[in-house]
């Protein structure tokens, strides 16, 4: 937290620093709730702050603050994101918009709550269609390497009855669209590569899919659906 002498060198009030926060608290907390967990841009937070502040060293210290406070009440981790790579281009260089999108950075909450209390008083039920597809397709794509190809994954995905071209879907609606809110949620990243067949379109494993609190659980759950099948491959021989 800024001392007061701190807040006197950038010029502005404690009242007016906590104000800020607030705002960046509550914009976190609603966008993420609205855009179903997709990444808040660091350039969206920095507009709240700098609308009514032109001082150069406010936008970091109201975000740090924000993050103490998303922690303290209401035991989110504000993580912040930014990409390891930019998408390649027929050249094999990313572009200067493709550059400048690798640099931007973003942030996503997290629950830092005992698993079984998130499962219990936080989680919301009625998605868990999505939490199960998602961690099918990251599955798929972990055996697949890291990267498949969109046509080999939705060959997978039909195999579990969910077709590409199905806009009406009885639990996921647009197939395509659950899909993609995958790529914006930065599960996945999604690229665009020319072949001597045409354009082919690959998937590849994104930040918060290789983060350790979703590939321990994936090499787990892997890992018991392997031993599940050595064990009844024994049993039945």
Not at 28 to 56: A, D, W
Not at 80 to 96: F, I, K
Request: aromatic share 6%; glycine share 6%.
């Amino acid at each position: 937290m800024a001392t007061s002498d701190e807040l006197a060198q950038i010029g502005i009030s404690k009242e007016e620093k906590d104000k800020l926060v607030a705002e960046v608290m509550r914009y976190m907390l609603f966008k993420t709730h609205q855009t179903s967990g997709c990444p808040v841009k660091r350039e969206e937070l920095t507009g709240i702050i700098t609308k009514n502040y032109r001082q150069r060293a406010l936008p970091a210290l109201v975000i740090n603050e924000a993050k103490d406070r998303l922690s303290a009440t209401f035991g989110y981790e504000m993580r912040e994101l930014q990409r390891t790579r930019a998408p390649s281009t027929r050249a094999g260089r990313p572009t200067q918009s493709q550059q400048a999108n690798v640099e931007a950075k973003s942030y996503i909450l997290v629950s830092q709550l005992d698993p079984e209390v998130y499962r219990k008083y936080v989680e919301d039920k009625e998605a868990a269609h999505l939490s199960g597809f998602s961690f099918t397709v990251i599955t798929l794509i972990h055996l697949a390497g890291g990267k498949i190809s969109g046509d080999d994954l939705w060959r997978q995905l039909k195999r579990l009855g969910l077709k590409e071209n199905d806009e009406n879907h009885s639990v996921f609606g647009d197939n395509k669209q659950a899909l993609e809110l995958l790529v914006q949620q930065r599960y996945l990243m999604k690229e665009k590569l020319a072949g001597p067949e045409g354009h082919v379109v690959m998937y590849e494993l994104a930040e918060r899919a290789l983060d350790e609190t979703i590939s321990g659980k994936l090499k787990d759950y892997i890992s018991e659906i392997v031993g599940t099948s050595t064990v009844a491959e024994e049993n039945s021989s």
